[in-house]
């Protein structure tokens, strides 16, 4: 399935392209042709200003009389279906996303193709995977090896692209979703020479400096970076709320927005569009500096505003741009190129602004062809990381899906419930009743002595035979024909769900989901004599254990442990 989906999301690239080519050549040249063309060549006059605006209205129409799901960036719209929609995606997203998206970028939006054909890959996956019987978890590769599929087209960078599913689509690192991803990126990547070209995107001439110092300014240009994602992020939310505000319907806000984009492109035309000859230019060192930096404040202006408003497009292209642009500024006081340091500077953006440091990090790498750069795109991208983590509550991805109300933790842990066995949690030696025990005597007891809700029924040998409840006595209660039975009479024939010492912790607690039971037995496999029972409050220990080892603090080495550890290790440990 995967080979099929990573085809379709190499041809869904290569349609966007064309599509955007076409849009382009549409809108600023007025001829229908789907051959390469560069903003920046077109003499249209003060009509930049009114061409913005005409395709944002298209694409404003597109939202609200088409389907809504194709506004915003694409990636927060992809992890809302994964985690919230049971990764169902619908045809009319898959033709209308990329459609808008082209007329968007077409038309000068300051966007690029990343976070379309993200979502876009992603339709064709799950609309894949709909036809056929697949659970909820199987759509989700499928969508998520789409996304990458699509991303390896564009930018021909396979291992980013598989690092972006993990840190940001798939939530999690299993072999059932891993492997599939990989499998559709790199069909992707074979089809990529015959559909869009072979090579790094943008191969850099650029040299890495030979310092000693080359780590410490990395890690300098990531800070920054780092700092740069936060004030990106925080303007662009500030700004969507400015457009919630607007008395008008938000049909019109993406036109309203591409005023601004309109204007910017007046004092500089090269903030139009993809800017993917801009990201060339930064990264080969052939832009002035005056340039460089009208490209920092008007991209991010006209950028901000237009995605701020509800229009369709991506965040990947403009951040490496702002990103790449910062870099190239610090890099004048910087030994090397200054085009080395915009790399360096578009891995840090990339990992502080998407919370993707591994991605960042390898896709600078890969979309240059410059792997020996990588122990400095790592230090960047880990050093942006921490500034975003500490600075900011969310990404700039994630922020859009909490405004909705749904927060998401992009923190992959193991669940403590998988580490531990059942026999490491268990209540040992419970309490227990005789199957010899009269009915009525079961009664008496469930009455004045017990302390649970059930208990485990064994023979004389400690052998299971069932479990007694307080709901099994009060339907006793009320039968005259049990008066002189005994519990072994009554629950023999009982099915009763049970767990062995070895059994994994995750595995009775979705026992205990299933069956709706409460407390499950634990019993010897050999003699099936009950050695224990595990209740819901016992699984609630593995996770306050769990969080012991995160917040408590001991000193063995050099002396006893700490009055202040043994305090919080005796608040953490339940009664």
Known sequence: ?????????????????????????????????????????????????????????????????????????????????????????????????????????????????????????????????????????????????????????????????ILLAVEVLLFEWKPRSFVPVVVAAMVSYAWRPWLIGSGPMFPMASIMPNTNWMLLAAALI????????????????????????????????????????????????????????????????????????????VKAAVWLVALGSGTSGGVLAPLLILGGAAGFLVGQFLPGDAGFWAMIGMAGIMSGAMRAPMTGAIFAAELTGHFDAIPCTIIAAGAAYAVSVLLMRRSILTEKIAR???????????????????????????????????????????????????????????????MASRTDALRWQGDQLLTNSTLADTLSDAAQPVAYPDTPSGVVADLIIETGVGRIPIVDRATHQVVGILSRQDLLKARSANRLAETGRDRFVGGRRSLQSRKESDSETPG
């Not at 919630?244 to 019109?252: F, G, Q, R, S």
């Not at 984009?261 to 004092?267: C, P, R, S």
């Not at 800017?275 to 060339?280: E, R, T, V």
């Not at 923190?411 to 998988?418: A, G, I, M, S």
């Open 1 to 161: 399935m995967t080979i099929v989906v990573g085809t379709g999301g190499a041809l869904g690239a290569w349609i966007l392209i064309k599509l955007i080519a076409v849009a382009t050549n549409f809108f600023w040249f007025g001829r229908l042709s789907a051959d390469h063309s560069v903003i920046t060549d077109a003499s249209v006059g003060l009509m930049v200003v009114l061409i913005p605006v005409i395709g944002s209205l298209i694409v404003g129409l597109m939202a609200r009389f088409g389907s809504d799901k194709i506004r915003g960036h694409g990636i927060p719209e992809a992890i809302e279906t994964i985690l919230f929609g049971e990764s169902r995606l619908s045809l009319k997203v898959a033709l209308l996303k990329p459609l808008s998206s082209a007329i968007s970028i077409g038309s000068g939006g300051p966007f690029g193709a990343e976070g379309p054909i993200i979502m876009t890959g992603g339709a064709i996956g799950s609309l894949f995977a709909q036809c056929f019987h697949l659970s909820a978890a199987e759509r989700k590769t499928l969508l998520v090896a789409g996304a990458a599929a699509g991303m390896t087209a564009i930018f021909g960078t396979p291992l980013a692209a």
């Open 404 to 466: 909705r109300g749904r927060h998401i933790l992009q923190e992959y842990t193991v669940d403590p419930l998988d580490l531990l066995q059942a026999e490491q949690i268990m209540t040992r030696q419970p309490q227990t009743l005789q199957g010899s025990l009269a009915i009525k005597a079961a009664l008496t007891f469930f009455t004045t002595e017990a302390q649970h809700r059930s208990y485990p029924v064994v023979d004389q040998q400690g052998r299971l035979l069932g």
């Open 222 to 297: 990531g800070l920054l970076a780092g700092f740069e994602a936060m004030l990106l992020s925080t303007a662009l939310y500030r700004i969507e709320d400015l457009f919630h505000k607007l008395p008008v319907h938000w049909m019109w806000w993406p036109a309203i927005g591409a005023i601004v984009v309109g204007f910017g492109g007046l004092i500089d035309a090269h903030v139009l569009g993809a800017g993917y000859a801009s990201i060339d230019a930064l990264l080969n060192g052939s832009l002035a500096l005056k340039v460089v930096l009208a490209l920092l404040l």
